[in-house]
């Protein structure tokens, strides 16, 4: 089992940057992919970029590339989501997720963090 707790969000304005931080907890943490999705208002949930535990291999969807990093603190088991140049349609409830890279079925969700960009 593994807990995920988001921190960071809040209000900024367009241009701006912010720093997400997800906290980890919970067995084998190496044997896990940790990613970040979003889901604006009356949108489903997307897919916003990933890390696997172990390698530290990334992968970002297009409309974050150039903009967003993911970093991990091994010593803090803490991933972070580096915001830059932040746009209104990146507002959206930011949600940090566990995968087991072995059975992509075992997944853990956080609460989940709300950013607003404004213009």
């Known amino acids: 089992q593994v807990q995920v707790v988001e921190s960071g969000g809040g209000l900024v304005q367009a241009g701006g940057s912010l720093r997400l931080s997800c906290a980890a907890s919970g067995s084998t943490l190496s044997t896990y992919a940790m990613g970040w999705f979003r889901q604006a208002p009356g949108k489903e949930r997307e897919f916003v970029t990933a890390?696997?535990?172990?390698?530290?291999?990334?992968v970002y969807a297009d409309s974050v590339k150039g903009r967003f990093t993911i970093s991990r603190d091994n010593a803090k088991n803490t991933v972070y989501l580096q915001m830059s140049s932040l746009k209104p349609e990146d507002t959206a409830i930011y949600y940090c997720?566990?995968?087991?890279?072995?059975?992509?079925?075992?997944?853990?969700w956080g609460q989940g963090t709300q950013v607003t960009v404004s213009s």
């Open positions: 890390m696997t535990w172990s390698s530290g291999s990334t």
């Open positions: 997720n566990a995968r087991a890279q072995l059975n992509p079925a075992i997944s853990y």
